[in-house]
């Protein structure tokens, strides 16, 4: 069972830029797909970024050029980058590997 715990988030005003890190157990962190998404409230969960095994990522069409996931392999962490917030980036934030997700961190972008 991976396990998962995201950190980082904050109150930041549009414009300005948070580091989200999301630490993963387990001693094959290197072969899973990691992903980000977040949930704003009322709202579903919507997948953000992904990162492979091999480095590759994928964004969401709404943070594309805004946001850069990355990964750690030696320190089992996954990163999200995020710059110029916006309000409409206001949301719980979760790490998510094979079936498994971390607890959340919330971002809050003030106008």
């Known amino acids: 069972q991976v396990q998962l715990v995201e950190s980082g988030g904050g109150l930041v005003q549009a414009g300005g830029s948070l580091r989200l890190t999301c630490a993963v157990s387990?001693?094959?962190?290197?072969?899973?797909?990691i992903a980000w998404y977040r949930q704003a409230p009322g709202k579903q969960r919507e997948w953000v970024a992904s990162?492979?095994?091999?480095?590759?990522?994928n964004y969401a069409d709404s943070v594309k050029g805004r946001f850069t996931i990355s990964r750690d392999n030696a320190k089992n962490t996954v990163y999200l980058q995020m710059g110029s917030l916006m309000p409409d980036d206001t949301a719980a934030y979760y790490c998510?590997?094979?079936?498994?997700w971390g607890q959340g961190t919330q971002v809050t972008v003030s106008s």
């Open positions: 998510n590997a094979q079936t498994s």
């Open positions: 990162i492979r095994s091999s480095g590759s990522t």
């Open positions: 387990g001693n094959t962190f290197s072969i899973y797909t």
